[in-house]
């Protein structure tokens, strides 16, 4: 049996050198919606790993060692069939196998590399194969002791972990608030729901939000609809709901000098879904909207656009505010017209 096919590993091996958090950079924490229940980063990592396991892979870089005086060069070889593409990639001293795997790893630096695995042999042809493994660090890293991560920096030679992202998995943003570093774990979590951990801002969330609000606003529409300005409502409100999002965690530039929140107050005000203390305009286009429906359907119509209302003036929205939303919306749904 081909070993490489007991390559389904149930946690990440341990690492001869510190590397940050598998949920990312700057985050806080408690905020993160996992993608699947109970699911963290590195459990997302493993389950990646497993799926794209060596054997598994359709391509393959063919790594072999060139001998040279007190050591090798590792060589790349490029085309099989033209010995004369072959790139050398550096040369390490000896047949140190921990060296050769940085040299590795630091060459394929800032590639995306996930349908492809490295194999290293002792000669061109491949007749002997030294080792292999998928680009990641737990695997270009596997075997290589701390005391030799040690030795090898004081040859200047390192792996650059922070260009070992072969697979993309972190996405990486400066916070809009306060400028911080951000990162989060693309695998594990909705990217949306990544808050700054120093100030609270939603660095891929506010494009998401503001650009939402940009398209129905009255300046860039000519005009702007009740319809269109409920749609964008109750979207921006569920989605909200959903992360357990404030409003004022979005930053982003819009017309007419309008925050985020002052924004979404404005197109509440001329939604078909506003509730007014007085029966105004805004609640007689609900009501026309709900004129076919039994009295119970509109009463928790009503019921429901006053909740959003509510949620829309503190500007913090919940789970509940999402349920309200989605009621709302099948309602007017139904009896559209």
């Known amino acids: 049996m081909n070993p490489l096919a007991l390559y389904a590993p149930s946690a990440l091996p341990a690492l001869p050198v510190r590397i940050g958090s598998l949920d990312g950079l700057n985050l806080d924490l408690s905020a993160l919606k ?5 699911q963290n980063g590195e459990r997302a990592i493993v389950m990646f790993r497993s799926r794209y396991a060596p054997e598994r892979l359709p391509f393959r870089r063919h790594y072999w060692l060139k001998s040279c005086e007190g050591g090798y060069t590792v060589m790349y070889a490029w ?14 001293e000896g047949d140190d196998l921990a060296a050769i795997r940085i040299v590795i790893g630091n060459q394929a630096a800032d590639h995306r590399m996930t349908p492809i695995r490295w194999e290293l042999y002792e000669d061109r042809e491949g007749e002997e194969l030294v080792a292999m493994g998928r680009f990641d660090a737990w695997s270009l890293l596997q075997g ?10 004081a040859k200047g030679q390192v792996p650059n972990l922070e260009r070992w992202d ?3 998995i972190f996405m990486d943003k400066p916070c809009p608030g306060c400028g911080a570093s951000m990162s989060v774990n693309t695998l594990a979590y909705n990217i949306d729901s990544a808050r700054c951990a120093k100030c609270g ?3 891929f969330l506010s494009p998401l939000i503001t650009g939402r609000l940009e398209r129905a606003l009255p300046s860039f529409t000519r005009g702007n609809s009740a319809k269109q300005a409920t749609e964008c409502v109750l979207d921006i409100v569920d989605y909200l709901g959903f992360l357990g999002a404030d409003i004022a965690d979005v930053v982003g530039e819009l017309p007419g000098g309008l925050n985020p929140h002052a924004a979404l107050k404005q197109l509440h005000a001329s939604s078909t879904n506003a509730e007014a203390p007085s029966a105004g305009p805004a609640l ?7 004129a076919g429906c039994d009295q119970a359907t509109r009463m928790t119509a009503m019921g429901a656009a006053i909740l959003l209302r509510q949620a829309v003036e503190r500007g913090r929205f919940e789970e509940a505010d999402a349920a309200a939303v989605n009621l709302l919306r099948t309602i007017l749904r139904r009896n559209a017209g």
Do not use: C
């Open 34 to 38: 996992p993608r699947q229940p109970g």
């Open 79 to 92: 085309n099989l069939d033209k010995p004369r593409t072959d790139i050398p990639f550096g040369k390490v």
């Open 144 to 153: 290589v002791a701390e005391s030799d991560i040690h030795r090898l920096a």
């Open 166 to 168: 072969y697979d993309d």
């Open 201 to 203: 801002k939603r660095p």
């Open 284 to 290: 007689a286009r609900l009501e026309a909207r709900l």
